[in-house]
C-alpha cells in the first residue's frame, strides 16, 4: 500500500488558547511508501506542540461539517481519522496559499490530540487549522473547498474562533491586513499530497491578500451587488493619480484566466503615503461575475482566478402571511412578517411610501415581540403595561425612549421612581445615555453603509434603531424609516391603534441594492354568519348539529337555548379555515350534564380550529371564563356587566349569566352552579342558536331579555322532537360479512324487503326508532356498574361520533339494552326447546357476524346479520331449517314509579352538585328519560329464516319441468334467495336423443321471481335433463326436466306445449288475432277422476292445437 507523501514547508507563529506559542521552520517530508518505510516506527524529525483541548472523536470521525459563524472568525480544521493508513488514499488534496500581511487575520496552527500519540504523528499533523477573519471572503471559500471535498469523506470540520475584528480606528491597518486565500479540493486515490505556505506578520514577500501572482489586495474577496470594495496596491507598483482597469472574467481554463472584458476606469488615490494606493470600487452596477484590476503598465497583473473578487447578488423577499388586519384589538391586528435573504447579518432599512412614521414603524415591529415576553404586555389600544409595577407606557416607543434617556443605565423608569430592569423582561437596550434628559442617539448612511453608534432595542430577536435628521433615501424620508439591525426575520408584526387602510411596505438593505415589498390592509371587519338550514328537527337523546358560515371574520361565539327552554350554554368558536363553514355536532343526551363527561364528550366539530364551552371549559373566576374576542365583555344584565363576583353561589361569570336570565339560583341562600340547569336529559322543545357579534359591543350576551346575543348575526330554531319508534322491516341482502358497508344509501341499495330471509344471506332489520343515538355514541353504561343515586360510573364509557358513518359494533347496542336507559330490543325465535331459551341473534357477536349501521338524521337504524355464521347466533347454531322470529323494540317508563330523574337533581342532593348522564335517582326513578312515568312504545315485526329454495313455474304431475324443444324455451321459478346474489341455472341432459348442456346466469327480481331462455329446438320430445340452481357457484336445487312439444304463433313466434290449466280466462275463451281459439280446458281430470293430461296439454287442447296449426301451414301454402 502506497503511503501519500506530505511536504510541509513552512513558518508557523502559534498564538492560541491551549497552545504554547513557538516558532519554528521545518521542512520534512511525512510519510513514504510503504516498501521504502522501515519497519521500525521512525522517529519524527519534527515535533508537533500538542493542544491541551483537541476536536472530539465525532468530530474527527464525521462526515465534512460546515458552520460559518456570521460575527465570529471562521476557521477550517482537516482532521485525520485515528486509522490514517487506510483514508489517506481517499483523503483531499490541499493546497494552503497564505500570503503576506495576514496579521491577526490568518493563522495557520498543527496541534494532535493525545488520543493518536505516537502513532501515526510521523505521517502527518492530525489538525490543521487556518483561522480567518468571518467579513474575508476566504472564509466562503474555504467552507466551498470543504463541501467539495465530502465526496472524498474528508473528515473535515469548520471551527469558529473568537478574534478581534479590526474597527474603523485602524482602517488603514486593516488595508494592509486584506489578503485573498483559496484552497483546492481534490478527491485522491493515491499518490502524493504536497502542502505549500507561508504565514508571517513581517514577510515581505509578493503582496496581495489571495494566493496568486498578482499584487492587488481586495477589500473583500466576495462582495454583494451595491456594496464598495477597495482594492489596496503594493507600493510603487502604482502611484496615486494613476488610471487602474476594472475588467469582468468571461472565460477561465482552472485557474488561468482565458479572457476578460473591460468594465471601468478607475484613479488610484493615496490614502497615507506610498504604499496605501487604493480604489473605491462601486458594484451597484456591477453584474454577478468575478472582476480583477489591472493597470496598463502591467504592473498590476492578475495572471489567475486567484487575484479576483466575486459579486454577487443578495436576495431579498417579504411577506406577511395575511394580507388583511383588524386594527381594533391587539390580537386581531398581529400578523406575521416574513423577511428572507440568503445573507445571514445585515442592515435593513423599512419604510411604509411615507404613510408611516418611523415612531408608528418602531411600534408596529416591537409590539407583538414585547408581548411575547414574560412580565409584560400590550393591550388593546397598544399601550405596554409592566406587569410587576402595574407602570403603562403609552407605546413601545414611549418604553424605549424612556430608558434610552434615563439617568438609568440598563433599566426603564417606569414611573413613580419605580426602575424596572429591562434585561429582566428580555428586553436588550445599548448605549443607554449616562445622564437624565438625554436625546436618543441616532444612526447615519454615508450612502454605502450605516454609519455612526446609535441607540437601539433588541427583542424577541429583531433589533430596531433609528435614523437622524436629513439621513434621508431616494425611498424615503430619515423619520419615515426604521432600522433594523438584525436583517431578516421571521415574527409577529401588531397594527394596534394604526388608522385603516392600505400600506405598501419597503424593504432595502442599507449597503445593497436588493429591495422586497409587501402589502397589507389595515380594515374594520364587516362581520356576518350564516346556518345552513333554519330548522332542524332532531330526537331528544340524539345527535343535533348546526352548520354556521363566518363572513369577514374567523371567530364568533354561539349561544344554544334561552330562557324559554331553561337551559343556556355558550361557546366559543375559532375556524380553522373562514372560507368554510363549521360544523358543530353535539350529544342532546349528554349536554348539560356535568357528572363524569368533559366538554370532548359532547362536542365533535370539523373544521374548527378552537372551541371552548361555558358549561365545560369556564375557568372559575375569570373575567369571561371562555376566550373573550377582541376587547369585548361577554355578559351583563342590562347594562350591567356580570362577573363570578356578581353572585355569593357563582364561581364563574356564566353562572352570574344563568342566574340573572333566571336558569339557577346563584344567590346564596340557592347555592345553585351550572351543574343545576337540568333535572333530566334535554327534554323536546325548541332550542334557539343563535350567532353573536362582538365587535363594537361592550357585551355579547344580556339576560335581561332572558339571554339574547346583543348583536345577532344568525339563528337557528333546533326542534327536540318526542323519540319514538315506528315500523319494524325486515330485509334480505346479498350474502356477505355483516358489516360489509356502513353506508346507509348502500345498505338500503343492497336490500330488499321481504319477511322471509334465506339461510346464508343477510337478515337486515330496519327499525325506525329516535332517541337513543346519543346513548349509542356515548356507550351507555351496563346497569351492573351503575347504582341509582350514585355518580360512580354512570358516565360515557367510550365516546365516539365516527360511528354515525362508520358503522358500530352490536355491542354498543346491548350495552344500552343492559344499561338504565329502558331501552329493549332483541330478534329471538319464537319458541325454544324444552328447557333451552329461544334462539336469538347475538348483539354481542363479533362486526362481521353482526353490524349496526346508523342513520341519524333519518331516525333509523338497521341491524345486519350474517345468517351464515354461527356466532351470529345465541343460544344455539344458525338454523338449518325453516324458523320463526321476531324483532323487537321497546321504550319502558313504566318501571319506575316516578319520571326519569339524575342521581343529584332536585332535592336529592345538595345545590351545585353534579350529575352523571346514566345514573337514575334511585330505582324509582329508573324509566326511560324522555316519557311521561307509565308511559311505553314498542314496536314489532315477524320473519322466517329458511334454506334457499327454488319453485319452477311449469312443473307437470310428475314435478318435472317441462321446457319446449324450441330456440326461445323460458324455464321460470320462484326463489327466496337475495335479489343481486349471482346465481345461474343450468339444464344438462340425462337421456336425451342428443345431449346438452347449457346455462345462463339469472337475475332475482324484487318479488323473488326468476326468469331465462334457452334454444333447444334441436332436442326431441320427451328429452331428459336436470335443472340445476346454483348460488355463488354453489349448487342449491336440482330438479329433473323433460322436453315437450313447441307449438308456433301466426306471427312465426314458438309457444311451449305447456299447461295453463290454472289461469283464469274471464269468458273461459280467448280469442286469437288471427281467428284460431285456445280453448280452457277443464281441471285435467278426467270424468272418472284419473288424470288424462298431457304434458303441457290437456287433450282437447292438443288437438285443438294440431288442428290450428295443420291449417296455418295450409293457408300459408295457398
Do not use: W
Request: net charge negative; charged share 20%; glycine share 10%.
Amino acid at each position: 500500500m502506497n503511503v501519500p507523501s506530505l511536504l510541509i514547508s513552512t513558518s508557523i507563529v502559534v498564538s492560541e488558547p491551549g497552545v504554547t506559542s513557538l516558532s519554528e521552520t521545518y521542512g520534512e517530508r511525512f510519510g513514504r511508501p510503504c516498501a521504502s518505510r522501515p519497519a521500525t516506527t521512525p522517529t519524527p524529525t519534527v515535533v508537533v506542540q500538542r493542544a491541551t483541548t483537541t476536536p472530539t472523536t465525532s468530530q474527527r470521525r464525521s462526515d465534512p461539517v460546515v458552520t460559518i459563524a456570521p460575527t465570529a472568525d471562521c476557521g477550517l480544521a482537516v482532521c485525520s481519522p485515528e486509522n490514517v493508513i487506510s483514508r489517506l488514499r481517499a483523503c483531499l488534496a490541499l493546497r494552503v496559499l497564505v500570503k503576506r500581511n495576514c496579521g491577526t487575520r490568518c493563522r495557520f496552527i498543527h496541534v494532535y490530540p493525545p488520543a493518536l500519540e505516537p502513532k501515526y504523528t510521523k505521517y502527518l499533523p492530525t489538525l490543521m487549522y487556518i483561522s480567518i477573519a468571518p467579513t474575508h471572503s476566504a472564509c466562503n471559500r474555504l467552507a466551498a473547498a470543504v463541501r467539495l471535498g465530502q465526496s472524498a469523506r474528508a473528515m473535515c470540520a469548520l471551527q469558529r474562533y473568537n478574534i478581534q475584528t479590526m474597527t474603523e480606528r485602524n482602517y488603514s491597518e486593516k488595508l494592509r491586513a486584506v489578503f485573498l486565500a483559496a484552497i483546492m479540493v481534490t478527491s485522491v486515490v493515491g499518490g502524493t499530497v504536497a502542502f505549500t505556505g507561508a504565514v508571517s506578520a513581517g514577510d515581505a514577500g509578493p503582496a496581495g491578500g489571495v494566493p496568486g501572482d498578482g499584487n492587488v489586495n481586495y477589500e473583500s474577496n466576495l462582495v454583494f451587488q451595491g456594496q464598495n470594495n477597495l482594492a489596496a496596491f503594493n507600493a510603487g507598483d502604482v502611484s496615486d493619480g494613476d488610471t487602474v482597469v476594472l475588467r469582468r472574467v468571461t472565460a477561465e481554463d482552472g485557474t488561468t484566466i482565458d479572457s476578460s472584458q473591460f468594465v471601468e476606469e478607475y484613479t488610484v488615490e493615496g490614502v497615507d503615503g506610498p504604499g496605501d494606493e487604493v480604489i473605491d470600487i462601486d458594484t451597484d452596477d456591477l453584474e454577478a461575475d468575478d472582476y480583477f484590476v489591472v493597470d496598463q503598465d502591467g504592473d498590476v497583473t492578475t495572471p489567475t482566478t486567484a487575484g479576483t473578487f466575486e459579486v454577487t447578488v443578495q436576495d431579498l423577499s417579504a411577506e406577511f402571511d395575511d394580507d388583511e388586519v383588524l386594527p381594533g384589538t391587539f390580537s386581531d391586528s398581529t400578523v406575521t412578517l416574513d423577511v428572507s435573504s440568503g445573507r445571514s447579518t445585515f442592515d435593513l432599512n423599512v419604510s411604509a411610501d411615507g404613510d408611516l412614521s418611523d415612531q408608528e414603524l418602531f411600534n408596529i415591529h416591537a409590539a407583538a415581540q414585547i408581548n411575547s415576553l414574560s412580565g409584560v404586555s400590550v393591550n388593546d389600544n397598544g399601550e405596554v403595561v409592566i406587569s410587576g409595577s402595574g407602570e403603562t407606557f403609552s407605546s413601545p416607543y414611549a418604553l424605549f425612549r424612556e430608558e434610552v434617556t434615563s439617568a438609568d443605565t440598563g433599566a426603564a423608569n417606569t414611573g413613580s421612581g419605580d426602575d424596572t430592569p429591562l434585561s429582566t423582561l428580555g428586553v436588550s437596550v445599548n448605549n443607554p445615555d449616562s445622564s437624565s434628559g438625554s436625546t436618543i442617539e441616532k444612526f447615519g448612511h454615508n450612502g454605502d453603509v450605516v454609519t455612526g453608534s446609535g441607540d437601539t432595542v433588541t427583542v424577541g430577536g429583531i433589533t430596531l434603531g433609528f435614523y437622524a435628521q436629513d439621513q434621508d433615501s431616494d425611498t424615503a424620508d430619515f423619520d419615515e424609516k426604521v432600522l433594523v439591525r438584525s436583517g431578516g426575520f421571521d415574527a409577529d408584526v401588531s397594527f394596534v391603534g394604526q388608522d385603516e387602510g392600505s400600506y405598501d411596505f419597503d424593504f432595502e438593505a442599507a449597503d445593497t441594492e436588493a429591495s422586497a415589498t409587501a402589502s397589507v390592509s389595515v380594515q374594520e371587519r364587516d362581520a356576518d354568519a350564516s346556518f345552513e338550514d333554519g330548522t332542524q328537527a332532531v330526537g331528544a337523546g340524539d345527535i343535533a348539529e348546526f352548520n354556521v358560515t363566518l363572513s369577514d371574520n374567523d371567530e364568533t361565539y354561539v349561544q344554544i337555548g334561552g330562557e324559554n327552554s331553561n337551559f343556556i350554554e355558550v361557546l366559543y368558536l375559532k375556524a380553522d379555515d373562514s372560507d368554510e363553514p363549521m360544523e358543530v355536532r353535539f350529544n342532546t343526551r349528554l349536554l348539560g350534564t356535568t357528572g363524569n363527561v368533559q366538554q370532548s364528550d359532547v362536542y365533535d366539530t370539523t373544521n374548527v380550529d378552537t372551541i371552548e364551552s361555558a358549561i365545560y371549559s369556564a375557568s372559575a373566576g375569570t373575567p369571561s371564563d371562555i376566550t373573550a374576542a377582541g376587547s369585548a365583555s361577554l355578559y351583563e344584565d342590562d347594562g350591567t356587566g356580570l362577573s363570578a363576583s356578581t353572585t355569593s353561589a357563582g364561581s364563574t361569570a356564566f353562572e352570574a349569566y344563568l342566574d340573572a336570565a333566571g336558569i339557577i339560583d346563584a344567590s346564596s341562600n340557592g347555592g345553585e352552579t351550572v351543574a343545576d340547569q337540568l333535572d333530566r336529559p334535554l327534554q323536546p322543545t325548541d332550542y334557539q342558536i343563535a350567532v353573536a357579534g362582538y365587535t363594537g359591543e361592550s357585551y355579547v350576551f344580556d339576560a335581561d331579555p332572558g339571554g339574547e346575543a346583543n348583536n345577532q348575526l344568525a339563528s337557528q330554531t333546533l326542534e327536540l322532537t318526542q323519540p319514538e319508534i315506528g315500523d319494524i322491516t325486515i330485509h334480505t341482502a346479498p350474502e356477505e360479512s355483516a358489516d360489509d358497508t356502513s353506508d346507509v344509501s348502500a345498505l338500503v341499495d343492497a336490500a330488499t324487503p321481504r319477511e322471509e330471509v334465506a339461510l346464508d344471506d343477510r337478515l337486515v332489520v330496519q327499525v325506525e326508532a329516535t332517541g337513543i343515538y346519543g346513548a349509542l355514541v356515548a356507550d351507555a353504561p351496563v346497569s351492573s356498574s351503575v347504582t341509582p343515586g350514585n355518580n360512580g360510573g354512570a358516565g360515557p364509557q367510550d365516546v365516539n361520533f365516527d360511528i354515525l358513518e362508520d358503522g358500530a359494533s352490536t355491542s354498543r347496542l346491548q350495552n344500552l339494552v343492559d344499561s338504565r336507559e329502558n331501552v329493549d330490543f332483541e330478534v329471538a325465535g319464537e319458541t325454544g326447546t324444552g328447557n333451552q331459551a329461544p334462539l336469538e341473534v347475538d348483539l354481542g357477536a363479533s362486526d362481521s357476524d353482526t353490524f349496526l349501521v346508523l342513520d341519524n338524521d333519518g331516525g333509523q337504524f338497521f341491524l345486519v346479520t350474517d345468517t351464515s355464521s354461527d356466532s351470529a347466533f345465541a343460544n344455539g347454531d344458525a338454523p338449518d331449517e325453516e324458523t320463526e322470529f321476531e324483532a323487537f323494540m321497546e321504550y319502558d317508563a313504566d318501571d319506575g314509579d316516578n319520571r326519569f330523574e339524575f342521581a343529584n337533581a332536585g332535592g336529592s342532593g345538595s345545590a351545585g352538585t353534579a350529575s352523571a348522564p346514566f345514573s337514575p335517582r334511585g330505582s324509582a326513578y329508573q324509566n326511560y328519560p324522555y316519557l311521561l312515568q307509565g308511559e311505553t312504545v314498542s314496536s314489532t315485526s315477524a320473519l322466517t329464516l329458511a334454506p334457499r329454495t327454488i319453485e319452477y313455474d311449469n312443473l307437470n304431475e310428475d314435478e318435472q319441468v317441462q321446457v319446449a324443444n324450441a330456440e326461445g324455451a323460458e324455464v321460470s321459478a320462484t326463489t327466496n334467495v337475495a335479489p343481486g346474489t349471482d346465481t345461474e341455472l343450468r339444464l344438462r341432459s340425462t337421456d336425451a336423443s342428443s345431449s346438452f348442456q347449457v346455462g345462463n346466469d339469472v337475475n332475482i327480481s324484487e318479488d323473488g321471481s326468476i326468469s331465462t331462455t334457452y334454444d333447444l329446438s334441436n332436442q326431441e320430445v320427451g328429452d331428459l335433463f336436470d335443472a340445476n340452481f346454483r348460488v355463488e357457484g354453489s349448487s342449491v336445487d336440482t330438479t329433473e326436466g323433460v322436453i315437450v312439444e313447441s307449438v308456433s304463433m301466426d306471427d312465426g313466434e314458438e309457444m311451449n306445449e305447456t299447461d295453463d290449466s290454472e289461469e283464469d280466462m274471464d269468458d273461459g275463451e280467448e280469442d286469437m288475432d288471427d281467428g284460431e281459439e285456445m280453448n280452457e280446458t277443464d281441471d285435467g281430470e278426467s270424468e272418472d277422476g284419473t288424470s288424462e293430461e298431457t304434458p303441457g296439454f290437456g287433450a282437447i287442447v292438443a288437438l285443438v292445437a294440431l288442428i290450428g296449426a295443420a291449417l296455418l301451414a295450409t293457408r300459408r301454402q295457398n
